[in-house]
């Protein structure tokens, strides 16, 4: 099978696809001295109930449907040792709701010392609404350490004067964007296009018109692999994280070998609570590649805690 089999999107809107029934490991897996998830979602109750649904309906069923608490709890009490966890405003006029929720969630977890400062929370905002630039700089004064934004669920134009706004403003405060602007998975239920929205090649005019934004795309840059392959090794201000890129689930048609990319852009991220698998499909999946111990460090954790200025 060939990638262009997809090109309609790996996603059908009539038919979810399969959960897997895959053991649950107890811990990380002792390989791993440390393990940073530079990818997970968090929402308020009433949200998370909303996302499950589409999920269940367009995406895959949701093995680990839990609270932004136990979301934490869970993964902490498996040997996680950092979290980055992210949410999305769908619409206008959500984005401080959702950002005080992150902030104030933090805090909660910051009063007890087993998880003092053991989460990193990016902000959200939705590209072109009122004040976008100021709810951003609010949250960064609460302590929020980035943006992340997904063309897919937002619908906006990475190349845009509403964009330009948010890359000046994250290059002035150093802090990093998590931007899902891959392809895939596409859903035929978004109210969007992703074919017509994402591609390496606007990722590339941001990076080359932004040098000192620090810009990390999810999934491996699904489905443009070889291109954001080629990318991490001609620019320095370019990240990619691994969710759901490594665990044989989604029709990617090829197996992805990261031992040939440039590991120091290269971090590990789960997409927890949101996967049809079980927590740690993806960890198995990275000690399965028998890399380097070098390659191991950067992707498991050192290159996270370098771009969200991690400490532990
Ligand atoms: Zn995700």
Known sequence: MTKSTFKSGYLDV???MPGLNDLEGESVPELFEHVIDTHVHIFPDVFFRAVWKWFDRYGWPIRYKLTTTQIFNFLFSKGVEHVVAFQYAHKPGMASYLNNYMVEIIEQFNKTDNFRGRITGMATVFPGED???????KAFHQGLKGVKLHVHVQCFDLISNDMDAIYKLCTNYGLPMVIHAGREPKSP???CDPYQLCSAYKVEEIIRSYPMLKLCVPHLGMDEFDEYKSMIERYDNLWLDTAMALT?????GHI??????????IMYGSDFPNIPYSWDRELKALAALNLPDENIKKICWENAKELFS???
Do not use: E, H, N
């Open 189 to 191: 239920a978004y109210s």
């Open 131 to 137: 004040g976008a630039v100021d709810i951003l700089k």
């Open 248 to 252: 044989d689930y989604l029709p990617i």
């Open 310 to 312: 991690i400490q532990f």
């Open 256 to 265: 992805l070998d990261i031992g040939v990319m440039r590991s120091d852009r």
């Open 14 to 16: 009539k038919t979810p």
